[in-house]
């Protein structure tokens, strides 16, 4: 057991950090631990900013990860509206950057997450120009998409990656007019590729959505500091009173950077660098969530994966292995998304160019399927779509790496655990 005047420390107060305080005390660990969030509120889940939230469907205190009250009763010294600007590994201890608290630790771990990235064009400095990844984010969209729907404004969406699409979906929900901009040919299509990416397309333009592909902004007009327009590459300009964007998340590392730990390469998705332990290459140093780069060995790559699911099991899994436990990561990456009457869960990876074939299993046209992407049999990633308690199968099905009969695969009529070896 880890000698009680021991102190861990984590940063970042998100899914990831707050989970990984409730396993440690879970775990028996007697120390001192130490939760730093840089934001004002208690730890809280972001699925729900883009989805339930965002509609209005879900209450404010429905995202938080524990009650308040729950971080003193487990003694978890949780300090809220603090950052860290730095971390001495010689010495073991972290600068506070508010009041210049220095805190020695014995274990630390970094759950720093990821940051939208930004529009790097003319008029992003506008009162009507979006992000969305904090719960204060989302607040304020809210109110931007209930004032858009009540005057039948636009909004222009930078990006048709799932939060892009999410959003498009509540805005069309609240009755605001919606266009999105995206670079490539279809939505998600460096996620699911073109074959399924035009199914989301075609979902979204049956309730109203304007897509503009191929293109990218270049501008954001404004007068008096509001939203008038967005200009595109292409020389189009569509008319906006908000624009959002939804250009995707880069890891926050700068932290680990300044401390000399191991970053993955940026082309590759950057991160910091952890063994299947999730170690940094300091040994008394940790990572888990959207900031890590983590070796997987089914898919033989390293994987950052941004989503809810990673948090939820990453930080657990650092916790234990800080502890001492003997621990391998290596969960299959999953995730899912409501749009409109569409709901949908992913499993696995298959990024274009890993794959060479798409198997449909049931009726595409009616969104009620399960596609699995293959390469020379073997499945690589699932996604049910309207099609629910076959996420269990599809991941045993990607981890057994045997190959499959895909005309069998395809035919709903064959049960899908009997493809399981």
């Not at 990984?20 to 699925?47: K, N, S």
């Not at 992407?373 to 996420?391: E, K």
Request: glycine share 10%; hydrophobic share 40%.
């Amino acid at each position: 057991m880890v000698d009680a005047d021991q102190t861990f420390v984590i940063v970042g107060g998100g899914l990831a950090g707050a989970k990984a305080a409730q396993t440690l005390r879970a775990e028996g660990f007697t120390g001192r631990v130490i939760l730093i969030c840089d934001e004002r509120d208690h730890p809280y889940e972001r699925p729900p900013l883009s989805k339930g939230y965002l509609l209005g469907k879900a209450e404010r205190d429905s995202l938080f990860v524990h009650e308040p009250a729950w971080y003193a009763q487990a003694d978890i010294e949780l300090h809220l509206g603090q950052t860290v600007d730095a971390i001495d590994r010689a010495a073991k201890t972290v600068h506070f950057g508010e009041d210049g608290t220095v805190v020695r630790y014995d274990k630390l771990l970094l759950a720093t997450g990821a940051e939208p990235r930004r529009l790097d064009i003319p008029g992003t400095d506008l009162v009507g120009v979006h992000h969305l990844r904090r719960l204060a984010h989302a607040e304020r969209l809210k109110q931007v998409l209930t004032t858009l729907g009540r005057d039948n404004g636009h909004l222009v969406i930078a990006g048709a990656g799932w939060i892009g699409l999410e959003v498009a979906a509540a805005a069309r929900e609240y009755g605001a007019e919606v266009t999105v901009v995206h670079r490539g040919p279809t939505p998600l299509h460096s996620v699911l590729g073109p074959e399924l990416g035009q199914l989301f397309a075609e979902l979204h333009r049956e309730r109203g959505v304007r897509f503009h592909f191929g293109a990218r902004l270049t501008e954001i007009v404004g007068q008096d500091g509001m939203v008038l327009a967005a200009r595109t590459d292409d020389g189009e300009e569509h008319p906006a009173h908000a624009v959002l964007a939804a250009i995707g998340a880069a890891p926050r590392t700068h932290l680990a950077e300044a401390a000399g730990l191991e970053i993955a390469d940026p082309a590759l998705g950057g991160g910091i660098v952890v063994d299947e332990r999730l170690r940094t290459s300091d040994p008394d140093i940790y990572a888990a969530g959207d900031v890590v780069s983590f070796p997987h060995a089914l898919f033989e790559a390293r994987l950052r994966v941004e989503h809810w699911a990673n948090a939820l099991n990453g930080g657990p899994a650092a916790a234990r292995a800080m502890l001492g436990q003997d621990v391998t990561y290596d969960r299959l990456p999953y995730f899912f998304t409501d749009q409109y009457d569409l709901g949908m869960e992913y499993s696995g990876s298959a990024p274009p160019g890993t794959y060479d074939q798409v198997v449909i299993r049931g009726d595409a046209g009616k969104r009620e399927f399960i596609a699995f992407w293959v390469r020379q049999g073997r499945v690589l990633a699932g996604m049910n779509v309207n099609v629910w308690d076959v996420t269990e199968t599809v991941q045993r099905l990607i981890r057994s790496r045997a190959p499959v009969n895909t005309e069998a695969l395809a035919d709903p009529h064959v049960p899908l655990d009997s493809l399981v070896p």
